[in-house]
């Protein structure tokens, strides 16, 4: 997606050896709604849901978000560009 907000889950999950699984069962929140976020599919998360998730984590909001400094696409496109190899030119023409 194209924003600057980007859910940390698997970090703050792998901190407290838990699975996301185990974050669907302990929350009630679908395993593809958390899976959604996590890939950084999600359009958005409502209140509800981030409640859910910092309650079961014992956690504040910030520990499972973060504000980057650029909109992934941007850095995205940024990165493929500085990665695209020259072009050759043919010696035999």
């Given at each position: 997606m194209d924003h600057r907000i980007n859910i940390t889950i698997e970090d703050a999950l792998k901190e407290r050896g838990q699975s996301l699984y185990w974050l669907s069962r302990t929350t009630g929140i679908s395993y593809t709604t958390l899976w959604r976020l996590?890939?950084?599919?999600?359009?958005g998360i409502?209140?509800?849901?981030l409640e859910k998730i910092c309650v079961a984590l014992e956690c504040q909001p910030g520990a499972v978000m973060e504000l980057s400094k650029e909109k992934k696409e941007e850095?995205?496109?940024?990165?493929?560009?500085?990665?695209?190899p020259a072009r050759r030119t043919s010696?035999?023409?």
């Open positions: 996590k890939k950084d599919r999600a359009l409502n209140f509800a849901t850095a995205r496109k940024r990165n493929v560009s500085a990665r695209a010696s035999l023409l």
